[in-house]
Each structure stands twice: as structure tokens, then as C-alpha cells.
């Protein structure tokens, strides 16, 4: 595999979106400070601090697991929530080198060090797009929930409020597709996310989906935020369950592993991913099934108790929104399944099939898929 040009540009993209969503949730956070808006301000503040503290976690954990750097150092800028830079740092370092500076050569022992190089670049890369994939459902998707929560329940906006749902759900858009290329990247069984017409349907399932379900946690948050609390603890504990069922080995050690497994359970909130590497035709229609039939109780909900809104928004047209996007999302689910979802000869999807025995595992391979 080959780190390229193109790759190398992804990850310069990824560390801009990355604090220009962090710049944005500070801006709006002191915004809120400034109006005495003490609850929204401390909200944001430690949605950005509990998403930081889950990324320098793991990101040390497999600092420590791979143990080829100084650890007293990387523990330091781990301390000061530099983790993520640090491993962009490397990242940079390394796609560099690959994209710009290897050549091709006749001789074995330059082409054995080119490997090497795009290997290691390319590793940066997906766990990059690891720690990124949790900021988005730990940070950026929690974040879009909040400010949208509070567009719709407060009389007063500001510029700031709309810049961060902006750059929030350009993020969400980012890390999700920057992850599967990230994934089939970096293992050489998969089949790359290369035709283009791939990537905009995936990238419209998720959007739509996720879009549909975002509103209408926000909606019954306005009917009922002790509601949508036990809602969305019943939908964690439900992705804790399976997710201990799948008994996964993502970490070396038992504590990094309940971590692993409880914010799993998080992700598993919002959207679906393969957890184990195993054939998700089942868990996937059970998943959406229930996703649909909760969004449906949730617009009658709206629609039975519409006077609890106070006109404060056009509830037909956010009603609308919430079932054409989920509609449109199950559609391009249909279609990235059936014509895209890249499969082996093997009788097992190649994304949901176990992994073959190779020398060396990469970290990504143990992730959740898709």
C-alpha cells in the first residue's frame, strides 16, 4: 500500500476541521459565559473536555502498547491534551516523506525502506482516523444536539451558535468518510473506498441517518428532557450489551478495554458500526428497524403534544426533514449494500468477515468497521 499525495492532503484537511471544531465550540462556549448563560457555557465546555479526555487516553494507551517512542514525553503532552497534535506531528512527519520524498527504485533494500515508510505513515493515519471517529460521536455529534437544542428552545441566536453547527457536522462529515479510506488504507485484504460514486452514497447514509436522528433526540428533548435522557441511556445500555456479546479485543489491557467497550455503547447512540468484524446483516436491519419505529413514536409524540412547542419552531417543516431524511438515509443504505459494500469471493463480506491471520495485526483491524 501507498501512502500518496492525496493522502497526505486528508490529513493537513483533518488537523484544520479539527480546530476549527474545537475553536468554534470555545467561541461559542465564551459567548454563552459572556450572556450569563452559565449552564449552556458549562454544557459545551465539558462535552469538548470528556471527548478530549477519552482521545488522550487511547491515544496514550497505544503510545504505551506500541512502545517505540519516549514515553515520559508523550506522557507530558498527553497531560496538556496534546495528544492528538502529537500524533498528527508524526503523521505529517512521515506522509511527508512517503508522498513527497520516496522513489522508486531497482534495488531491493531502498524499496524494502520505502515500504516501511509508507507503512508507517500510513498506520498514523488510521489512528488518526480512530481518534477522530471518537471525537465525532463523543464531541462533535453531542455538540450539534445541544446548540440545536438550544436554536430551538431560546428567543436569542447568535452567529456563533450557527458557525458551530457548521463546523460540527462538516467534522462529522470528514471523520466518517476519512475513516473508511482510512480503513481500507491500511488493510490490504480490504478493497479500497476509491470510486467516488462509493463514497457519496456512503457519505449520504450516514448524513441522512444521522441528520433524521439528531432532530428528533432535539424534539423530544424539547417535549421532555428527563424522557430523552432515559431514552438515550436505554440506547447505550442496549450498545453495551452487544458489544460485551461480541466479546471484542480491541485492547491489551482490561481497564482500556471496559473504556473501549462503554464508549463503543456511545457511538452505537447515533449510528451503526461493525463492532467485531463479523456478518452485520441481522444486527443491522434489527438496529435500524428499532431506529425507525423510535423515530415514528417520536414524530407521533410531536404531533399528539404539538402545543408543548409554543410555536417556537415550524414543526411541520422540522417533522418533514426528520422523515424524509431518514427515508433517503435507508435508501442510500439499500443501494451502498447492494452495489458498494466491498466483498471477497469468500463467501463472507469482506469488511464483516474475520480477519486472516496475518504477522502483524494493525490497531485498525480490531476497530469498529461499519
Given at each position: 500500500?501507498?501512502?500518496?499525495?492525496?493522502?497526505?492532503?486528508?490529513?493537513?484537511?483533518?488537523?484544520?476541521?479539527?480546530?476549527?471544531?474545537?475553536?468554534?465550540?470555545?467561541?461559542?462556549?465564551?459567548?454563552?459565559?459572556?450572556?450569563?448563560?452559565?449552564?449552556?457555557?458549562?454544557?459545551?465546555?465539558?462535552?469538548?473536555?470528556?471527548?478530549?479526555?477519552?482521545?488522550?487516553?487511547?491515544?496514550?494507551?497505544?503510545?504505551?502498547?506500541?512502545?517505540?517512542?519516549?514515553?515520559?514525553?508523550?506522557?507530558?503532552l498527553h497531560?496538556?491534551?496534546?495528544?492528538?497534535f502529537?500524533?498528527?506531528?508524526?503523521?505529517?512527519?512521515?506522509?511527508?516523506?512517503?508522498?513527497f520524498?520516496q522513489?522508486?527504485?531497482?534495488?531491493?533494500?531502498?524499496?524494502?525502506?520505502?515500504?516501511?515508510?509508507?507503512?508507517?505513515?500510513?498506520?498514523?493515519?488510521?489512528?488518526?482516523?480512530?481518534?477522530?471517529?471518537?471525537?465525532?460521536?463523543?464531541?462533535?455529534?453531542?455538540?450539534?444536539?445541544?446548540?440545536?437544542?438550544?436554536?430551538?428552545?431560546?428567543?436569542?441566536?447568535?452567529?456563533?451558535?450557527?458557525?458551530?453547527?457548521?463546523?460540527?457536522f462538516?467534522?462529522?462529515?470528514?471523520?466518517?468518510?476519512?475513516?473508511?479510506?482510512?480503513l481500507?488504507?491500511?488493510?490490504?485484504?480490504?478493497?479500497?473506498?476509491?470510486?467516488?460514486s462509493?463514497?457519496?452514497?456512503?457519505?449520504?447514509?450516514?448524513?441522512?441517518?444521522?441528520?433524521?436522528?439528531?432532530?428528533?433526540?432535539?424534539?423530544?428533548?424539547?417535549?421532555?428532557?428527563?424522557?430523552?435522557?432515559?431514552?438515550?441511556?436505554?440506547?447505550?445500555?442496549?450498545?453495551?450489551?452487544?458489544?460485551?456479546?461480541?466479546?471484542?479485543?480491541?485492547?491489551?489491557?482490561?481497564?482500556?478495554?471496559?473504556?473501549?467497550?462503554?464508549?463503543?455503547?456511545?457511538?452505537?447512540?447515533?449510528?451503526?458500526?461493525?463492532?467485531?468484524?463479523?456478518?452485520?446483516?441481522?444486527?443491522?436491519?434489527?438496529?435500524?428497524?428499532?431506529?425507525v419505529?423510535?423515530?415514528?413514536?417520536?414524530?407521533?409524540?410531536c404531533?399528539?403534544?404539538?402545543?408543548?412547542?409554543?410555536?417556537?419552531?415550524?414543526?411541520?417543516?422540522?417533522?418533514?426533514?426528520?422523515?424524509?431524511?431518514?427515508?433517503?438515509?435507508?435508501?442510500?443504505?439499500?443501494?451502498?449494500?447492494?452495489?458498494?459494500?466491498?466483498?471477497?469471493?469468500?463467501?463472507?463480506?469482506?469488511?464483516?468477515?474475520?480477519?486472516?491471520?496475518?504477522?502483524?495485526?494493525?490497531?485498525?483491524?480490531?476497530?469498529?468497521?461499519?
Open positions: 500500500m501507498r501512502f500518496t499525495k492525496q493522502n497526505f492532503a486528508t490529513v493537513v484537511l483533518g488537523i484544520v476541521t479539527y480546530i476549527a471544531d474545537i475553536g468554534a465550540d470555545i467561541w461559542v462556549a465564551r459567548n454563552y459565559f459572556y450572556k450569563e448563560l452559565y449552564l449552556w457555557c458549562s454544557l459545551t465546555l465539558t462535552i469538548v473536555l470528556l471527548s478530549s479526555f477519552v482521545i488522550q487516553f487511547f491515544s496514550y494507551t497505544w503510545f504505551k502498547e506500541d512502545n517505540d517512542v519516549k514515553l515520559n514525553r508523550i506522557c507530558l497531560f496538556f491534551h496534546g495528544g492528538i502529537t500524533r498528527y506531528w508524526f503523521a505529517l512527519k512521515y506522509g511527508y516523506q512517503a508522498a520524498k522513489i522508486s527504485s531497482e534495488n531491493q533494500l531502498i524499496d524494502d525502506l520505502s515500504s516501511i515508510v509508507h507503512k508507517t505513515a500510513i498506520d498514523a493515519m488510521a489512528d488518526i482516523s480512530m481518534l477522530r471517529l471518537f471525537k465525532t460521536f463523543l464531541e462533535s455529534t453531542p455538540q450539534l444536539i445541544l446548540q440545536v437544542y438550544i436554536l430551538m428552545t431560546s428567543n436569542n441566536s447568535a452567529i456563533s451558535q450557527y458557525i458551530s453547527i457548521a463546523v460540527s462538516i467534522s462529522v462529515i470528514c471523520s466518517t468518510v476519512d475513516y473508511q479510506i482510512a481500507r488504507k491500511s488493510l490490504p485484504n480490504k478493497a479500497k473506498f476509491m470510486k467516488i462509493s463514497k457519496i452514497t456512503y457519505l449520504l447514509y450516514k448524513l441522512f441517518t444521522l441528520t433524521s436522528w439528531i432532530l428528533s433526540i432535539v424534539l423530544i428533548m424539547v417535549l421532555s428532557s428527563k424522557i430523552a435522557f432515559i431514552l438515550l441511556v436505554l440506547f447505550w445500555f442496549g450498545g453495551i450489551c452487544w458489544t460485551l456479546k461480541q466479546h471484542t479485543e480491541f485492547c491489551k489491557s482490561t481497564t482500556a478495554e471496559f473504556v473501549y467497550r462503554t464508549m463503543v455503547g456511545i457511538i452505537l447512540i447515533f449510528t451503526f458500526f461493525n463492532i467485531k468484524g463479523e456478518n452485520t446483516k441481522v444486527p443491522l436491519s434489527v438496529y435500524y428497524g428499532i431506529r419505529l423510535t423515530t415514528s413514536a417520536i414524530l407521533c409524540a404531533i399528539f403534544w404539538k402545543s408543548q412547542f409554543n410555536g417556537k419552531i415550524n414543526l411541520l417543516f422540522v417533522i418533514t426533514t426528520v422523515a424524509l431524511t431518514l427515508v433517503s438515509g435507508i435508501c442510500f443504505l439499500l443501494v451502498y449494500y447492494r452495489f458498494f459494500h466491498p466483498r471477497n469471493q469468500c463467501t463472507q463480506d469482506v469488511v464483516d468477515g474475520p480477519e486472516p491471520e496475518r504477522e502483524e495485526v494493525c490497531r485498525i483491524s480490531r476497530f469498529i468497521m461499519q
